[in-house]
């Protein structure tokens, strides 16, 4: 019994840990995909750039971008606004 527990203690503490990022920018495409083929899906893919979904425990997603194979950027997919305000006359 204390030995089943262990051996689940232990496979639920590696997947949670091989879902967490762990790969920094300038990693290689193979070198990801390789790791990672379980967990990830194609969410674009253009001669520009080739972006990956992970999907995280929670129902949540990280986001790979990767340029000339190489990752460039991380993020959970919100774009944040370009906001601009202009002054005009004297208001806003």
Do not use: H
């Amino acid at each position: 019994m204390r030995k089943s527990i262990t051996v689940l203690f232990v496979s639920v503490f590696a997947f949670g840990y091989s879902l967490q990022n762990n790969y920094p920018l300038g990693t290689s495409e193979a070198e990801f995909t390789k790791k990672n083929k379980m967990f990830i899906e194609v969410a674009e893919k253009s001669s520009q750039r080739t972006v990956y979904k992970k999907t995280l425990p929670g129902n949540s997603y990280l986001y790979y971008y990767f340029v000339d194979e190489k990752l460039v950027r991380i993020d959970e997919g919100q774009l944040q606004p370009n906001v601009v305000i202009e002054r005009v006359n004297g208001t806003y």
